[in-house]
């Protein structure tokens, strides 16, 4: 009876695992045909087949929405991945980069680097990783010193939030030129992304993804608690850090390309852990893919809803991300007694 039970379970989780993928293959073929040229099956094949030089479809399809597709579904499964072990690792289902002052502090480094007038991909990419893992700390600081409660740690994510924008506020008023240069970053989109951008970033979030599901089951320890943690011989401390840099290094090498999408990583885990369990050896993966398809829904609708003109994906997202915001804090306040 156990076998079978067993043999049930791993029967479902394939059979999820392949419908987890066959959505993300369907947000990117929609995401390479549908937009404001329309390429058609026949179209898309000879496009890829001829190379990107030959046709105007051709020219489309490997400058322009290749690109912005395989963006998004890299930013959509690096944001997603980094909120489900910020999550885990405070133990705060309401932790994600974009509330806890992640994003910001990846957004402070790129406002530097723009007034500093370096805009190489690499450098934006370390950068924008750099300011991601010191927000990420600045926070982890505060709630030790202060004996912070799980709430109390996102309040503190706010005030840093709120503390880093300010400072990129300030550099951009005083670099007009920053400005400019980071009118895309600050919205959060795909629409000017290209191969040399994308490549540094991509090469960070697909390692730093990798890495993570290799340490599935010291981050289901680490979710339990210092002291059973210590009991079971992990290292908590070193674990601890060590995860919240993969968490900055997929949050920053995101948004160093994406800008700033907010609520990718709040919205994604909490839906993939109502599917698949708290298991991270299942919620990891889950989560990088389903992130992805997300992320190249929401761009492609972004693009597809007020045609001819495009809304940025980060927009939406804010949209569909604040009010989910809102019923999780009414949800929490519901169980409390």
């Not at 489900?84 to 910001?104: D, E, F, H, M, Y």
């Not at 007020?306 to 809304?311: D, N, Q, R, V, W």
Request: net charge positive; proline share 4%; aromatic share 6%.
């Amino acid at each position: 009876m156990q076998n079978l039970n067993s043999s049930s379970m791993a029967s479902k989780r394939g059979r999820m695992l392949i419908g987890a993928a066959a959505f993300v293959v369907i947000a990117a073929v929609l995401s390479i045909c549908l937009g404001a040229v329309s390429l058609t099956p026949s179209q898309l094949w000879r496009a890829l087949l001829s190379g990107p030089d030959n046709t105007a479809a051709a020219r489309i399809l490997w400058y322009s929405r290749l690109p912005r597709t395989a963006a998004s579904l890299l930013a959509g499964a690096g944001l997603a991945v980094s909120g489900t072990v910020i999550q885990k690792v405070l133990a705060n289902n309401l932790a994600s980069p974009g509330i806890i002052g992640v994003n910001a502090g990846a957004g402070l480094a790129v406002a530097a680097c723009c007034a500093l007038g370096t805009y190489a991909a690499w450098a934006v990419a370390g950068a924008s990783f750099l300011g991601a893992m010191a927000a990420t700390f600045m926070v982890v600081i505060v709630a030790r010193k202060s004996n912070a409660s799980r709430t109390t740690v996102v309040l503190g994510g706010v005030a840093v939030t709120a503390c880093l924008n300010a400072v990129t506020e300030t550099i951009i008023t005083m670099v007009p030129d920053a400005a400019l240069a980071n009118v895309d970053f600050r919205v959060g989109g795909f629409s000017s992304i290209n191969q040399t951008r994308l490549l540094p970033a991509a090469i960070l979030i697909l390692a730093g993804i990798v890495v993570i599901c290799t340490l599935t089951n010291e981050l289901d320890v680490l979710s339990l608690g210092d002291d059973a943690a210590h009991s079971l011989g992990l290292r908590v401390s070193r674990m601890r850090n060590g995860m919240l840099t993969l968490a900055a290094l997929l949050a920053g090498a995101s948004v160093s390309f994406a800008g700033i999408l907010g609520f990718v990583g709040l919205i994604v885990p909490h839906m993939v852990r109502r599917i698949v369990g708290n298991d991270s050896g299942r919620l990891i993966p889950f989560c990088a893919l389903l992130g992805g398809g997300f992320v190249t829904i929401c761009d492609l609708a972004s693009r597809m809803i007020f045609a001819p003109y495009e809304l940025p994906t980060g927009i939406l997202m804010s949209f569909l991300g604040g009010p989910f915001f809102v019923w999780l804090l009414l949800k929490r306040k519901d169980k409390q007694p």
